[in-house]
């Protein structure tokens, strides 16, 4: 492991306790949740003034976990590159909030928690949620670390979209935004693949609409769910790239085996994803990303009327999952709001995952952003 | 500082909202941010470009200013620039009209292809000239429009556009027969 890899050092999950009834959330569908918890982790050091907090949201499989190690773990947070001391988001000036999202099974409550009434897990009984009520809790969360104003919401993929929601759910409560690889409202051939990945888990004999905790896992289902995912996330040229036409060398003969190596790879990935992450979450929030819209009740010229945040959206020309022009219809609507805006197309062949791997790029557009954005 | 950006700097005033739609590395926005305080705002297409934009602090986005321009409001500006770059754009006349809406005041940089020594490059070198303000060989100009200053007086007043402003430029700041002695001419427009 590199030293950068380690400059954080050991971090932790903490978590935060809300919304006990009678006072539970109150989400989107009208239903309530309560008590909620939502996982979260922090790094660097809150400035006597509160003025120096940014928050990071994670993608669909993300946690709380985004730098540092966590003890006895060989891996780092899934977003280390770019946090920590020297890094984009520089934990020697900045603190730095990662929080989780609730439907999650990351240690935020969701379909896997116990819900206290029945004292089994919630499955199917638990609500709907959406990015707005994801952002509500991160709200308590923000409330409940004292900080009136964050100098940043950043995020990538299903993390933009929360950065977005906020920016439109709580204008005044950022002086920035960095949404990267991310949209306003989800397009069908998103909703598409979304769809194929959570019919491959409801396929799966063992998910028993939902109910399979204590039993035998929807794994499969789960597994080509992630499988289809990953497709969608590398591009023609990064899986030529990454794995040619190669084949794997030590699999048994088989008529229909792993030959090549990217159906090893992506077997691979399907099935470490059913490890750490819990099918009926797969559901509720890939369908959160669907249900996303900020256009459904305000016109383009009206999603950010009033908003004072600098804005650096961050696009990568080979993401064919959230492409280009949706970071340019975000930009449209900053444009006709008058809002400061900075929008960068980087050259990455990387795909949808270039918002991971672009390290660089990142790191030089953060930095200099942040420096950038008014007391 | 470029000659150029001086007398573009000179003219705006402190605190002025400003569109430059070409603003390439940023140091023509730089300068105004420093010397004149305005609300900078920068359109360019190179993404590298864009990088030592931010790197000084501007707020820029990688657009073609061709089609760059639409969404903004009728004079959401009180300045857009297009220094230098009005004669590389594919088609100048909806560039130059989107500019006149969106800004309050458009400033319009070129390169006179009247000057003396391009008039004599061509009569007696029968060549298309290399000089200072036309420094690119055929092959690789990123210039597409070849205009002298009487060609653009003629051009505006076709169009109605009033010429608030001009300056000359060639060694220095030019009054007399600036279309035979001016390298570069800059005009303040409005609609």
Request: proline share 4%; glycine share 8%; aromatic share 10%.
């Amino acid at each position: 492991m590199s030293k950068a890899a380690n400059a954080l050092g050991l971090v932790e999950t903490k978590e935060l306790s809300f919304a006990s009834p009678p006072d539970e959330l109150l989400l989107d569908s009208g239903e309530k949740l309560g008590p909620v918890t939502l996982a979260y982790e922090t790094y660097g050091t809150l400035n006597d003034n509160k003025s120096n907090a940014i928050l990071v949201m994670h993608a669909l499989s993300g946690d709380a976990h985004a730098a540092g190690l966590h003890a006895g773990e060989q891996n780092p947070g899934w977003w280390d590159d770019m946090i920590g001391p020297g890094k984009g988001l520089d934990t020697n000036k900045y603190f730095v909030i990662c929080s989780n999202v609730i439907g999650g099974c990351k240690g935020s409550t969701g379909p896997s928690s116990i819900d206290p009434r029945t004292e089994k897990p919630y499955a199917l009984s638990f609500p709907s949620i959406t990015i707005k009520d994801m952002v509500e809790a991160q709200r308590r969360l923000i409330d409940h670390l004292n900080i009136k104003k964050l100098l940043s919401v950043v995020g990538g993929s299903m993390g933009g979209m929360q950065a977005l929601q906020w920016v439109v759910s709580y204008p005044d409560r950022m002086r920035s935004a960095v949404p990267i690889a991310t949209t306003l409202k989800h397009a069908p051939q998103q909703i598409a693949f979304d769809e194929v990945g959570r019919q491959a888990v409801m396929a799966d004999v063992n998910w028993r609409d939902g109910d399979y905790y204590g039993r035998p896992l929807p794994a499969r289902g789960l597994a080509v769910a992630r499988m289809v995912g990953h497709i969608t996330y590398m591009s023609d040229a990064s899986m030529a790239e990454k794995f040619g036409r190669q084949q794997k060398s030590n699999e048994q003969p088989s008529k229909f085996g792993a030959d090549f190596e990217v159906e090893g790879y992506l077997r691979y990935r399907g099935d470490n994803f059913v490890k750490r992450f819990d099918a009926n979450s797969y559901l509720y929030i890939t369908k959160a990303m669907d249900r996303f819209d900020l256009l459904a009740s305000k016109k383009l010229s009206e999603v950010f009327k009033g908003v004072k945040a600098k804005i650096l959206l961050i696009a990568f020309k080979s993401d064919w999952l959230y492409p280009t022009y949706q970071s340019q219809e975000i930009l449209k609507a900053c444009k006709l709001s008058g809002v400061d805006a900075t929008f960068v197309e980087v050259n990455s062949t990387y795909g949808h995952d270039a918002f991971l791997l672009e390290v660089n790029e990142e790191t030089h557009l953060l930095k200099h952003f942040l420096e950038g954005v008014p007391a | 500082m470029k000659l150029e950006h001086e007398v573009i700097v000179g003219w705006i005033e402190k605190g002025s909202s400003v569109l430059d739609l070409g603003c390439g590395n940023g140091d023509l926005l730089a300068a105004l941010v420093k010397e004149k305080q305005v609300k900078a705002q920068g359109i360019e297409i190179d993404e590298k470009a864009i990088y030592e934009c931010v790197a000084k602090g501007l707020s820029v986005v990688q657009q073609d200013i061709e089609t760059g321009l639409s969404e903004y409001l009728d004079k959401s500006f009180d300045y857009v620039i297009l220094a230098g770059s009005l004669q590389q754009v594919k088609k100048p006349d909806p560039v130059l009209s989107a500019a006149l809406r969106v800004g309050k005041k458009t400033i319009v940089s070129f390169p006179n292809f009247a000057h003396y020594r391009v008039r004599l490059q061509i009569l007696f070198g029968g060549r298309v000239p290399v000089t200072p303000s036309l420094p690119f060989e055929w092959y690789e100009t990123p210039n597409l429009h070849f205009l002298s200053i009487s060609n653009f007086i003629e051009y505006c007043q076709k169009r109605g556009i009033h010429i608030e402003r001009s300056a000359f430029l060639g060694r220095g700041s030019l009054k007399a027969l600036p279309n035979l002695r001016a390298e570069t001419a800059l005009f303040v427009l409005s609609a």
